[in-house]
Protein backbone atom coordinates (compact mmCIF):
# COMPACT_ATOMS: atom_id res chain seq x y z
CA UNK A 1 0.00 0.00 0.00
CA UNK A 2 1.29 3.24 -0.62
CA UNK A 3 2.19 6.22 1.55
CA UNK A 4 -0.67 8.55 0.87
CA UNK A 5 -3.37 5.63 0.46
CA UNK A 6 -2.01 4.42 4.18
CA UNK A 7 -2.68 8.46 5.44
CA UNK A 8 -5.95 8.30 3.25
CA UNK A 9 -7.15 4.92 5.68
CA UNK A 10 -5.93 6.18 9.08
CA UNK A 11 -7.85 9.71 8.20
CA UNK A 12 -10.70 8.22 7.47
CA UNK A 13 -10.39 5.81 11.15
CA UNK A 14 -9.83 9.19 12.75
CA UNK A 15 -13.10 10.65 10.93
CA UNK A 16 -15.29 7.96 12.00
CA UNK A 17 -13.86 7.90 14.92
CA UNK A 18 -14.64 10.95 16.04
CA UNK A 19 -17.98 10.80 14.25
CA UNK A 20 -19.13 7.22 16.22
CA UNK A 21 -18.10 9.15 19.83
CA UNK A 22 -20.41 12.00 18.51
CA UNK A 23 -18.08 14.21 18.98
CA UNK A 24 -18.47 17.97 17.32
CA UNK A 25 -15.51 20.02 18.02
CA UNK A 26 -15.54 23.96 17.98
CA UNK A 27 -14.19 24.16 14.99
CA UNK A 28 -16.46 21.80 13.48
CA UNK A 29 -19.51 23.25 14.59
CA UNK A 30 -17.77 27.04 13.10
CA UNK A 31 -17.40 25.14 9.29
CA UNK A 32 -20.83 23.91 10.00
CA UNK A 33 -21.80 27.30 10.93
CA UNK A 34 -20.08 28.66 7.99
CA UNK A 35 -21.54 26.49 5.89
CA UNK A 36 -25.39 26.77 6.72
CA UNK A 37 -25.10 30.76 6.34
CA UNK A 38 -23.92 30.19 2.61
CA UNK A 39 -26.20 28.06 1.84
CA UNK A 40 -28.93 31.07 2.88
CA UNK A 41 -26.99 33.13 0.81
CA UNK A 42 -27.05 31.22 -2.45
CA UNK A 43 -30.51 30.12 -1.93
CA UNK A 44 -31.19 34.01 -1.47
CA UNK A 45 -29.43 34.57 -4.42
CA UNK A 46 -31.31 32.12 -6.43
CA UNK A 47 -35.19 33.62 -5.31
CA UNK A 48 -33.42 37.25 -6.32
CA UNK A 49 -32.33 36.23 -9.67
CA UNK A 50 -36.19 35.06 -10.38
CA UNK A 51 -37.70 38.49 -9.26
CA UNK A 52 -38.10 41.15 -12.91
CA UNK A 53 -35.58 43.90 -12.61
CA UNK A 54 -38.94 46.06 -12.64
CA UNK A 55 -40.34 44.21 -9.28
CA UNK A 56 -38.34 46.66 -7.29
CA UNK A 57 -40.94 46.29 -4.10
CA UNK A 58 -40.42 42.49 -4.42
CA UNK A 59 -36.60 43.06 -4.27
CA UNK A 60 -37.17 44.65 -1.15
CA UNK A 61 -39.48 42.07 0.36
CA UNK A 62 -36.80 39.30 -0.56
CA UNK A 63 -33.93 41.52 0.90
CA UNK A 64 -36.07 42.18 4.21
CA UNK A 65 -37.07 38.60 5.04
CA UNK A 66 -33.17 37.22 4.18
CA UNK A 67 -31.80 39.89 6.64
CA UNK A 68 -34.01 38.22 9.08
CA UNK A 69 -33.40 34.40 8.22
CA UNK A 70 -29.92 35.90 8.54
CA UNK A 71 -29.98 37.22 12.16
CA UNK A 72 -32.25 34.36 13.16
CA UNK A 73 -29.90 32.27 11.91
CA UNK A 74 -26.59 33.61 13.38
CA UNK A 75 -28.58 34.48 17.09
CA UNK A 76 -29.09 30.24 17.01
CA UNK A 77 -25.47 29.77 16.02
CA UNK A 78 -23.58 31.84 18.70
CA UNK A 79 -25.99 30.22 21.16
CA UNK A 80 -25.08 26.51 19.76
CA UNK A 81 -21.58 27.71 19.89
CA UNK A 82 -21.77 29.26 23.79
CA UNK A 83 -23.35 26.09 24.74
CA UNK A 84 -20.41 23.84 23.29
CA UNK A 85 -17.93 26.39 24.29
CA UNK A 86 -19.31 26.08 27.86
CA UNK A 87 -19.30 22.25 27.44
CA UNK A 88 -15.90 21.85 26.51
CA UNK A 89 -14.42 24.85 29.03
CA UNK A 90 -16.30 22.59 32.18
CA UNK A 91 -14.63 19.07 30.62
CA UNK A 92 -18.11 17.99 28.89
CA UNK A 93 -17.17 17.97 25.38
CA UNK A 94 -13.94 17.78 22.92
CA UNK A 95 -11.61 20.86 22.12
CA UNK A 96 -9.99 21.37 19.03
CA UNK A 97 -6.10 21.40 19.04
CA UNK A 98 -2.96 21.47 16.83
CA UNK A 99 -2.79 17.44 18.06
CA UNK A 100 -6.35 16.90 16.91
CA UNK A 101 -9.43 16.42 19.31
CA UNK A 102 -8.30 16.38 23.05
CA UNK A 103 -10.11 13.28 24.88
CA UNK A 104 -9.48 11.49 21.11
CA UNK A 105 -6.38 9.81 19.18
CA UNK A 106 -4.62 12.42 16.68
CA UNK A 107 -4.55 11.65 13.22
CA UNK A 108 -0.51 11.59 13.56
CA UNK A 109 -1.16 9.11 16.73
CA UNK A 110 -3.08 6.92 14.85
CA UNK A 111 -0.13 6.86 12.01
CA UNK A 112 2.64 6.15 14.53
CA UNK A 113 0.35 3.36 16.03
CA UNK A 114 -0.43 2.13 12.22
CA UNK A 115 3.31 1.25 11.72
CA UNK A 116 4.14 -0.22 15.08
CA UNK A 117 1.08 -2.14 14.82
CA UNK A 118 -1.87 -3.02 17.07
CA UNK A 119 0.00 -3.47 20.59
CA UNK A 120 2.31 -0.11 19.07
CA UNK A 121 -1.07 1.64 18.66
CA UNK A 122 -2.26 0.95 21.76
CA UNK A 123 0.35 2.15 23.66
CA UNK A 124 1.26 5.17 21.58
CA UNK A 125 -2.86 6.24 22.08
CA UNK A 126 -2.33 5.67 26.08
CA UNK A 127 1.10 7.69 26.21
CA UNK A 128 -0.51 10.61 23.61
CA UNK A 129 -3.60 10.82 25.80
CA UNK A 130 -1.97 11.25 29.26
CA UNK A 131 0.09 13.84 27.60
CA UNK A 132 -2.34 15.80 26.37
CA UNK A 133 -4.28 15.37 29.79
CA UNK A 134 -1.94 17.35 31.35
CA UNK A 135 -1.95 20.47 29.09
CA UNK A 136 -5.58 19.88 28.58
CA UNK A 137 -6.33 21.82 31.94
CA UNK A 138 -4.17 24.68 30.81
CA UNK A 139 -5.64 24.82 27.76
CA UNK A 140 -9.16 25.17 28.76
CA UNK A 141 -8.15 28.40 31.10
CA UNK A 142 -6.26 29.75 28.26
CA UNK A 143 -9.23 29.82 26.00
CA UNK A 144 -11.55 30.71 28.33
CA UNK A 145 -9.79 33.97 29.42
CA UNK A 146 -9.33 34.70 25.44
CA UNK A 147 -13.17 33.74 25.01
CA UNK A 148 -13.84 36.17 28.20
CA UNK A 149 -11.70 39.20 27.08
CA UNK A 150 -12.92 39.00 23.75
CA UNK A 151 -16.85 39.39 24.90
CA UNK A 152 -15.79 42.08 26.95
CA UNK A 153 -14.40 44.14 23.95
CA UNK A 154 -17.28 43.53 21.90
CA UNK A 155 -19.25 44.58 24.67
CA UNK A 156 -17.54 47.54 25.48
CA UNK A 157 -17.91 48.63 21.51
CA UNK A 158 -21.17 47.77 21.50
CA UNK A 159 -21.77 50.48 24.57
CA UNK A 160 -19.67 52.65 22.60
CA UNK A 161 -21.64 52.44 19.12
CA UNK A 162 -24.61 52.73 20.74
CA UNK A 163 -23.56 56.12 22.89
CA UNK A 164 -22.71 57.73 19.60
CA UNK A 165 -25.95 57.16 17.85
CA UNK A 166 -27.44 59.07 20.64
CA UNK A 167 -25.35 61.66 20.36
CA UNK A 168 -26.34 61.99 16.53
CA UNK A 169 -29.17 63.86 15.11
CA UNK A 170 -32.76 61.95 14.34
CA UNK A 171 -32.94 62.92 10.08
CA UNK A 172 -36.31 61.82 10.87
CA UNK A 173 -37.12 64.13 13.25
CA UNK A 174 -35.08 67.37 12.12
CA UNK A 175 -36.50 66.79 8.62
CA UNK A 176 -40.28 66.64 10.07
CA UNK A 177 -39.15 69.82 12.24
CA UNK A 178 -38.71 71.52 9.26
CA UNK A 179 -41.68 70.68 7.44
CA UNK A 180 -44.03 71.27 10.33
CA UNK A 181 -42.45 74.71 10.93
CA UNK A 182 -43.12 75.85 7.29
CA UNK A 183 -46.95 74.53 8.00
CA UNK A 184 -47.37 75.82 11.24
CA UNK A 185 -47.18 79.21 9.76
CA UNK A 186 -50.21 78.67 7.21
CA UNK A 187 -52.16 76.85 9.85
CA UNK A 188 -51.55 73.93 8.64
CA UNK A 189 -50.21 70.03 9.61
CA UNK A 190 -48.62 66.44 8.43
CA UNK A 191 -51.26 63.75 8.27
CA UNK A 192 -49.69 60.47 8.28
CA UNK A 193 -50.44 57.68 5.91
CA UNK A 194 -49.58 54.31 5.71
CA UNK A 195 -46.51 53.46 4.41
CA UNK A 196 -47.15 50.52 1.78
CA UNK A 197 -45.98 51.51 -1.55
CA UNK A 198 -48.97 53.30 -2.34
CA UNK A 199 -48.70 56.11 -0.24
CA UNK A 200 -48.70 58.87 -2.92
CA UNK A 201 -51.81 57.63 -4.50
CA UNK A 202 -53.06 57.37 -0.73
CA UNK A 203 -52.30 60.67 0.38
CA UNK A 204 -54.15 62.11 -2.94
CA UNK A 205 -56.75 60.03 -1.99
CA UNK A 206 -57.18 61.32 1.26
CA UNK A 207 -57.09 64.84 0.36
CA UNK A 208 -60.03 64.14 -2.16
CA UNK A 209 -61.71 62.98 0.57
CA UNK A 210 -61.52 65.85 2.65
CA UNK A 211 -62.76 68.09 -0.50
CA UNK A 212 -65.31 65.53 -1.38
CA UNK A 213 -64.29 64.72 -5.04
CA UNK A 214 -66.28 61.47 -6.01
CA UNK A 215 -63.11 59.70 -6.80
CA UNK A 216 -61.76 59.60 -3.81
CA UNK A 217 -64.16 56.38 -2.67
CA UNK A 218 -62.53 54.40 -5.33
CA UNK A 219 -59.14 54.88 -3.55
CA UNK A 220 -55.52 54.80 -4.81
CA UNK A 221 -56.57 51.96 -7.29
CA UNK A 222 -58.36 54.27 -9.32
CA UNK A 223 -55.34 57.21 -9.08
CA UNK A 224 -53.15 54.33 -10.32
CA UNK A 225 -54.99 53.92 -13.16
CA UNK A 226 -55.86 57.20 -14.16
CA UNK A 227 -51.82 58.21 -13.65
CA UNK A 228 -51.15 55.39 -15.82
CA UNK A 229 -53.76 56.63 -18.58
CA UNK A 230 -52.64 60.22 -18.74
CA UNK A 231 -48.92 59.08 -19.30
CA UNK A 232 -49.62 56.17 -22.01
CA UNK A 233 -52.10 58.95 -24.06
CA UNK A 234 -49.19 61.58 -23.35
CA UNK A 235 -46.53 59.82 -24.00
CA UNK A 236 -44.44 62.40 -25.88
CA UNK A 237 -44.98 64.79 -23.09
CA UNK A 238 -43.60 61.96 -20.12
CA UNK A 239 -41.37 60.13 -21.76
CA UNK A 240 -37.97 63.05 -21.33
CA UNK A 241 -38.87 62.96 -17.90
CA UNK A 242 -39.26 59.16 -17.44
CA UNK A 243 -35.73 59.02 -19.36
CA UNK A 244 -34.02 61.24 -16.63
CA UNK A 245 -35.41 59.22 -13.38
CA UNK A 246 -32.72 57.12 -12.28
CA UNK A 247 -35.70 54.81 -10.36
CA UNK A 248 -36.53 53.86 -14.13
CA UNK A 249 -33.43 52.77 -15.10
CA UNK A 250 -33.20 49.52 -16.96
CA UNK A 251 -37.44 49.88 -17.65
CA UNK A 252 -38.95 50.64 -20.84
CA UNK A 253 -41.69 53.11 -20.58
CA UNK A 254 -44.52 50.75 -21.51
CA UNK A 255 -42.94 48.67 -18.35
CA UNK A 256 -42.69 51.65 -16.23
CA UNK A 257 -46.38 52.74 -17.16
CA UNK A 258 -47.32 49.03 -16.30
CA UNK A 259 -46.31 49.52 -12.90
CA UNK A 260 -47.53 52.65 -12.17
CA UNK A 261 -51.09 51.14 -12.99
CA UNK A 262 -50.77 47.65 -10.94
CA UNK A 263 -47.67 47.40 -8.75
CA UNK A 264 -47.13 48.80 -5.00
CA UNK A 265 -44.29 50.78 -6.84
CA UNK A 266 -43.65 53.83 -4.85
CA UNK A 267 -45.01 57.41 -6.85
CA UNK A 268 -43.11 60.71 -7.64
CA UNK A 269 -43.17 63.50 -9.22
CA UNK A 270 -43.93 62.44 -12.88
CA UNK A 271 -47.09 60.40 -11.07
CA UNK A 272 -48.17 63.83 -9.67
CA UNK A 273 -48.27 65.44 -12.79
CA UNK A 274 -50.41 63.18 -14.54
CA UNK A 275 -52.88 62.69 -11.45
CA UNK A 276 -52.78 66.63 -11.82
CA UNK A 277 -53.59 66.86 -15.78
CA UNK A 278 -55.95 64.15 -15.27
CA UNK A 279 -58.37 65.09 -12.11
CA UNK A 280 -57.93 69.10 -13.46
CA UNK A 281 -56.01 69.81 -9.79
CA UNK A 282 -53.12 72.03 -8.53
CA UNK A 283 -51.21 70.33 -6.17
CA UNK A 284 -48.77 71.60 -3.89
CA UNK A 285 -45.61 69.61 -2.39
CA UNK A 286 -44.34 70.52 1.05
CA UNK A 287 -40.86 69.61 1.35
CA UNK A 288 -38.13 69.93 4.15
CA UNK A 289 -35.24 70.27 1.12
CA UNK A 290 -36.68 73.39 -0.37
CA UNK A 291 -39.74 75.63 -1.32
CA UNK A 292 -43.10 74.44 -2.08
CA UNK A 293 -43.13 72.46 -5.22
CA UNK A 294 -46.26 73.66 -7.18
CA UNK A 295 -47.54 71.74 -10.15
CA UNK A 296 -50.94 72.27 -12.11
CA UNK A 297 -50.74 75.69 -11.56
CA UNK A 298 -53.27 76.24 -14.43
CA UNK A 299 -55.69 74.73 -12.97
CA UNK A 300 -55.49 76.29 -9.46
CA UNK A 301 -58.87 78.74 -10.51
CA UNK A 302 -60.84 75.80 -10.96
CA UNK A 303 -60.88 74.06 -7.42
CA UNK A 304 -58.76 74.08 -4.25
CA UNK A 305 -55.11 72.38 -4.69
CA UNK A 306 -54.21 68.98 -3.24
CA UNK A 307 -51.59 69.50 -0.90
CA UNK A 308 -49.04 66.64 0.08
CA UNK A 309 -45.94 66.49 2.06
CA UNK A 310 -42.49 64.56 0.74
CA UNK A 311 -40.28 62.93 3.49
CA UNK A 312 -37.01 61.62 2.15
CA UNK A 313 -36.03 60.05 5.40
CA UNK A 314 -39.48 58.82 7.09
CA UNK A 315 -38.56 55.83 6.80
CA UNK A 316 -35.46 53.46 6.27
CA UNK A 317 -36.86 51.71 3.24
CA UNK A 318 -37.39 55.03 1.01
CA UNK A 319 -39.05 58.23 0.47
CA UNK A 320 -42.28 59.00 1.80
CA UNK A 321 -45.39 61.22 1.18
CA UNK A 322 -48.16 62.56 3.80
CA UNK A 323 -51.39 64.11 3.59
CA UNK A 324 -51.69 67.70 4.53
CA UNK A 325 -54.30 69.04 6.51
CA UNK A 326 -55.77 72.17 8.19
CA UNK A 327 -54.00 72.66 12.20
CA UNK A 328 -57.83 72.20 13.54
CA UNK A 329 -58.93 69.54 11.00
CA UNK A 330 -59.75 65.86 12.04
CA UNK A 331 -59.89 63.21 9.45
CA UNK A 332 -60.01 59.03 9.68
CA UNK A 333 -57.02 57.69 8.24
CA UNK A 334 -57.00 55.85 4.82
Same mark, same amino acid.
Given at each position: ???S????????????????????????????H?????????????????????? +??? &? =????V %????? $?????? !??K *???????????S???E?????????????D??????????????????????E?? +?V? &? =????? %????? $?????? !??? *?????????????????????????????E???????????N??????????????H??????????R??????????K?????????????????????????????????????????????????????????????????????????????????????????????E??E??
Amino acid at each position: QSESGEHRSTSVRCIELRKNMGGETVDDMRLRHKAELKSIRVEHDKEMKKVKKTE +KSK &K =KELDV %AFRKQ $EEELRL !MQK *KELSELQAKVESGGGEEEDEGGIVGLPSLDLLEVADSDGEKGQEKGREDKEEEQQ +KVQ &K =KKRNK %AKERL $ERREAE !MEA *KRAEAIERAKALPDDKALEMQVIETRLKSESKRVYEIEADGNCLYRAIAHQLQLQGHPAAKEGFVFLRKIAATCLREHKQEFEPFFAADEKTIGQSFDEYVQNVESSSEWGGQIEIQAISKSLRRAVNVYNAEQDVIRMGEEYKAEAPPIEVSFHRKYYSLGEHYNSIISSKEESEKL
